[in-house]
Structure formats: C-alpha cells, structure tokens
C-alpha cells in the first residue's frame, strides 16, 4: 500500500490565466507555477489577479518548491507574491529563472530564495519528490513539461505547448521521453494545455513566421517599421531582428519590459543580436527612418505600454505619420480584441499602415491545436487525463477529444479551480476539493476583498449620493443641513433642481421623525437614507448607493 498523492488546482481552470497546481504526497507540497491574470473591465481598480493560496498557507511549512514551467506572465508572474508568503525554492529552465530573478530581485526578495536552474532532461530529486524535466516548445524559450515520479505512479503536467517541430532554436519537444515513460512505467495522469482545444488542426510553426517577415521587410524599404510583440517571445524578437539587420536596419528596443527581456535572454545566449546592431530609443530621430525598426511592447493594447502611447500621440520619442508601419505581431489574448482594436484605429488615424496578424502570417499561436493534442494523446497515453489550462469550455472539448481516442469516459477528469484530483492504489478519482476564489490585488500589493469590489462596481453603476444632516437630539430640531453631495448620480443642470427638491424632503421627513422621542441617531440616519432612495427613484429612475450621515450636537 502506497499512501495517496493528490493535485490541486489553484488558478488556471477555468480562465486563461493564474495558472498554479499543488502536488501533494505525504505531508509535502511541490507547485507548479504562480500566475497572474490581468483584470477586465468588470474589476475596477484591480492590479492583478493571483492563485487562490489558502491551501498553500495552509501548508506553509511544507512547500518544498516553486517550479516554473515557463516565462510567461500566467505563470512566473505572481512568483514575487508567492515569495512574500512562502519560502521555497524555485526551479526552472535558465531563462525561465533569468525571468524569474528579474523579478524577485525588483520586490526586493533576492535574498528570500534559491534560484535553481534545471537543464533539459534532468530528473532532480526535490524534497521526496523525483522530478524529470523535459524540452517543450511553445511561444518563449526553454518552456518545460514537468514529469513527477510519484509513490502513485508518473504525472505528466505540459505547462503550455505547442508541438513545433521546426522550432527557430532546434530544441525539439521530448515526445520520445514521453513514449518511453509511456511504455515503461505509464503514464498514471496526465495533465495538458487546452487554451487552443477548440482550434481544429495544426499550428503554424514559429518559423513560418518568420518566411513571413522576410517577404515583408524588404516590401516596406523606404518606410520606418515600428514591430511589435510580446517582450518574452524571444524567438519571435530574434526573428524581426534576423530580418532587419540583414535589411541594413537598427534595432531601437522600446518598453520597460521590452528593453529587460532582451537584455536576459542577450545575457544568456538565448537571443543573438550584437551590440553594434541596437541603438537606445532616444537616438531614434537622428536615425534614417528607412534604416530604423522600433521593436516594441504593447501588442495587447495594455494602456500604457510604448505601442498605446504613441497610438495616442503621447510618445516622447516616436511621433507616427504615414511614413511609418506597424507590424503587431501577435493576436489578442481572449478578452483582449477591443483595447488592441482601439490601438490599431489610433495608428491608422495618425497615418500609420498597420499589419496584423489577421490580414498576413504575422503570427503564430503558442499552444496546441487538435491533431497535435491528438499526437499527445496518442504517444503519452495516460491512464487518467486532466486537461489543464483553460476557460471551462475549452477542458470539456479537451476531455472529449481524448474520449474520442479512446480514453474511458471515467478516465477523463474535467476539474476546475479549486477541485483535487485523489490518486490511490486503487483508483483516481475528482474531489471537491479546497474552497477557491479569485485573489484580487490592489495597492501596494494587499488583497481586495471580493465585497469591496463589489461596492465599486456599484458606485460605477450609479454614481453615489451623499446626505448629511446634524441635529440637536435634546431640542429635537435640526440644526445643520441637510446638505446634498453627489458623484456620477445626475448632471449639474439636474442637480440644480434636484438638490433643494430633496432637501426640502429630507428636512420635512427628519424633522417629523425628531418629534417622536424614540427614535435615535441610527434610526434617523435610516429614515434619512431611505427618504433619500425614494425620491432618487421617482425622480431619476436610477438606483445608486446612498450614504445618510446624522451627527448630534451633544
Ligand atoms: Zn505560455
């Protein structure tokens, strides 16, 4: 008899993002990525959104490491939160772990932490558990699937993935590893990403991408080319470098996480670009524009990033005219469409010939379609799977794909946030699992309570109506007010009729209430407020918040 091994899903099922998984055997815990979400418009005010860690503070003393299967903000973007919380070491490719201690390093938490960096195919003993770390291709460098020996046999979690088998740094995915884990011991669980499993076919490769932009560059001689993506697809930087260098072009890296990225991976060996060939923006003006290529941040229309800014015209390097064109080369996050779509007429507006990735192949996706989830499947073939890494209709046509090939309907686990998955001698089966919820952040990082963004949305709803009153409780008279303050409830015209409307009926409804010696501050403050909603109501047909504030003399 073995003892039970269970994962937890913590973020990540469900949504697109914050993707976090626990691994739990006898008493110790080993996780997998720490992520972070981007808010919507429906979560003002929020920063960022983190994996629910109740279960990890939970089990504070007994993490035995962060692994990270790759540099993407989904996974590694929370790991200065996690840090604050826990102590444990992090594990991870060497850029992954480059990333990592960028950002370690910034929230000042160098010191908390040892950065450990695994090489591809190395099995490493962390705490009881034995973890083997394979090659697995997807849109940043050195992504890694992660495999656990456990006492319940061999769990298989892809991290993202794309299977590319023309990758633009040859470091193919280990599918024969996978095979061989397969046919020796099996594959007990698998775990794998879903974010394209409703994408029939097969992703273009990475460097398919790249034939794209060596038609394109030399169409566009004579023009200033401002290209951008993502700041950690590195093979994708190193591909429009590739193209405007040998087009006699310099580089002008632009955007905080832009300018990082680059300087890492150069650092590493990861991106091969010489020095001689970049040029710091400020120098941009005294350049040629046919000999210039910006690479940039901003593809996904983020407010504030090189790309929005000079959308807007507020960039104080880059003014954009019709000599200029944009390449994005990328695609929307889902959730995304209308921020980037508001950065593209910006441009076009000021002139700009914008290209996106749905008018040529300047794009590629990052995770796997169906016939490769299919080669997956049919080389791993796991005993259970659990698709990971997804909005909820995206792990149901996961799980149905594998069904499909002919995995027992019991044997495909369809978990979300929160769930467990319970791994026995006997069987593997889904729990309940663990309360879940999302973390939002605001501030300097502390938690927003769920309730407090739910006052928020409501004042965004209706704006908010103040009342104040104050009253001699001995006299039982008034004696200041009532005053009238308003925000986002009518315009000032409206005000101009609304307010003394309302005060005269606050100071009619008050002033009865004070006759009756019973009622106290709290009661009038309630018939205050409830006053106040009725004639909001009749007058306006809206419904905000309403304060009532009745303070004493005495
Ligand atoms: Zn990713």
Same mark, same amino acid.
């Given at each position: 008899m073995s003892s039970p091994v269970t994962v937890t899903f913590l973020g990540g099922l469900g949504e697109v993002g914050r993707n976090c998984t626990a691994i739990e055997s006898d008493g110790k815990v080993l996780v997998i990525?720490?992520?972070?979400?981007?808010?919507?418009?429906?979560?003002?005010?929020?920063?960022v959104i983190l994996p629910d860690d109740r279960y990890l503070r939970e089990r504070a003393d007994s993490i035995e490491a962060l692994i990270v299967t790759h540099g993407h903000e989904d996974h590694v973007g929370g790991v200065s939160h996690f840090l604050k919380e826990f102590e444990a070491p992090l594990y991870g490719s060497a850029l992954t772990m480059g *990333? !990592?201690?960028? /950002?370690?390093?910034?929230?000042?938490?160098?010191?908390?932490?040892?950065?450990?960096?695994?090489?591809?195919?190395?099995?490493? $003993? *962390?705490?009881?558990?034995?973890?083997?770390?394979?090659?697995?291709?997807?849109?940043?460098?050195?992504?890694?699937?992660?495999?656990?020996?456990? /006492?319940?046999?061999?769990?298989?979690?892809?991290?993202?993935?794309?299977?590319?088998?023309?990758?633009?740094?040859d470091r193919l995915t280990d599918l024969g590893r996978l095979g061989e884990l397969s046919r020796d011991a099996g594959i007990r669980l698998l775990m794998a990403d879903s974010t394209n499993a409703d994408a029939p076919g097969f992703s273009a490769s990475e460097t398919t991408v790249g034939e794209t932009l060596r038609r394109l560059f030399p169409e566009l001689r004579g023009r200033r080319i401002i290209a951008s993506c993502f700041a950690s697809h590195l093979h994708r930087v190193q591909q429009i470098v590739d193209v405007a260098i040998d087009e006699g072009r310099v580089i002008f890296p632009l955007g905080r996480s832009m300018v990082n990225n680059i300087r890492i991976a150069r650092d590493l060996g990861v991106l091969d670009l010489p020095e001689r060939h970049v040029r710091s923006i400020e120098e941009v003006n005294d350049h040629d524009p046919a000999k210039v290529c910006v690479l940039c941040t901003g593809s996904q229309g983020e407010q504030f990033a090189a790309l929005s800014l000079m959308a807007k015209g507020d960039h104080r390097d880059i003014s954009i005219g019709d000599n200029d064109t944009v390449i994005m080369s990328s695609h929307p996050i889902p959730g995304n469409e209308h921020p980037v779509f508001v950065v593209m007429n910006a441009?076009?507006?000021?002139? !700009?010939?914008? *290209?996106?990735?749905?008018?040529?192949?300047?794009?590629?996706?990052?995770? !796997? /379609?169906?016939?490769?989830? $299919?080669?997956?499947?049919? *080389? !791993?073939?796991?005993?259970?799977?659990?698709?990971?890494?997804?909005?909820?209709?995206?792990?149901?046509?996961?799980?149905?794909?594998?069904?499909?090939?002919g995995l027992a309907d019991d044997h495909a686990l369809v978990a979300v946030d929160g769930n467990q998955i319970v791994l026995t001698d006997h069987d593997v089966s889904l729990a309940k699992g663990v309360p879940h919820e999302y973390r939002y952040v605001h501030g300097n990082g502390e938690n927003l309570d769920p309730a407090v963004l739910g006052e928020r949305l409501n004042l965004a709803d209706g704006g908010v109506v103040v009342v104040s009153i104050t009253v001699d409780m001995d006299a039982r008279d008034i004696v200041a007010g009532p005053r009238i303050a308003s925000r986002g409830w009518a315009t000032d015209a409206e005000l101009d009729e609304l307010v003394p409307a309302l005060e005269k009926e606050l100071a009619r409804s008050i002033g009865g209430a004070l006759t009756d010696k019973s009622v106290d501050i709290d009661g009038l403050e309630q018939i205050a407020r409830r006053a106040t909603g009725r004639f909001v109501s009749n007058r306006t047909r809206r419904r905000p918040p309403i304060l009532a504030v009745v303070q004493s003399t005495v």
């Open positions: 990525d720490f992520g972070l979400m981007f808010p919507d418009e429906s979560m003002p005010g929020v920063d *990333i !990592a201690s960028h /950002k370690v390093g910034e929230a000042g938490l160098g010191s908390r932490t040892s950065i450990n960096v695994v090489a591809d195919g190395e099995r490493r $003993r *962390i705490g009881p558990f034995d973890v083997e770390f394979l090659p697995i291709t997807h849109s940043v460098p050195q992504s890694m699937c992660v495999v656990v020996h456990s /006492k319940q046999g061999v769990l298989v979690h892809t991290g993202d993935f794309k299977l590319d088998f023309t990758p633009v740094d441009l076009v507006r000021r002139g !700009a010939e914008v *290209i996106h990735s749905g008018q040529d192949h300047v794009h590629t996706t990052g995770h !796997a /379609k169906r016939d490769e989830l $299919r080669i997956l499947q049919s *080389i !791993a073939k796991p005993e259970y799977f659990c698709p990971i890494e997804g909005e909820y209709r995206m792990l149901r046509r996961h799980a149905d794909l594998a069904v499909d090939l």
